[in-house]
């Protein structure tokens, strides 16, 4: 059920399921902060995209619903893009969407560059492992 959170009580709780040392569970920590913000704002769709740039393209790590778009959804009215740095260094991209008109104020895009962040360190540290696994399969699905 949609329960419309503030900014500051979502990041704390997003932080917390990124530092939280569950790596066993069927669900990934990509899929829980997707699950929060979803959940928690007015968001129809996120989906988290590692960077692959030895291919020039960018591999879905995560969404909110079952299926990759492609494009934005039928039902989107705003759209936002946010890209997760490291050092400079693009580690991907986070794409959220709303069926809302105009539905990303100044709020929503310091919540979602800071959420960027956590996902950009949290792929580059702790989450490492989802990473190279998305571009063990992404060779493996080249190769085949």
Not at 45 to 52: C, Q, R, S, T
Not at 68 to 74: C, E, S
Not at 75 to 101: C, H, N, Q
Request: aromatic share 6%.
């Amino acid at each position: 059920m949609k329960t419309y959170r503030p900014a500051n009580a979502l990041l704390a709780d997003i932080k917390g399921v990124l530092a939280a040392r569950q790596f066993g569970s069927h669900r990934s920590p990509l899929d829980l902060v997707i699950e929060r913000l979803c959940q928690g704002r007015h968001y129809s769709w996120v989906g988290i995209y590692l960077a692959a740039p030895e291919h020039n393209t960018r591999q879905l790590l995560g969404s909110g619903n079952d299926a990759h778009p492609g494009t934005a959804l039928p039902e989107t009215r705003s759209k936002i893009l946010v890209s997760m740095r490291l050092a400079g260094r693009e580690v991907g991209v986070f794409d959220v969407e709303s069926d809302r008109e105009s539905a990303f104020g100044a709020e929503d895009r310091v919540l979602l560059e800071n959420v960027a962040q956590l996902l950009a360190l949290f792929l580059s540290g702790r989450g490492k492992y989802l990473a190279r696994k998305a571009r063990e399969n992404y060779a493996a699905g080249k190769t085949s």
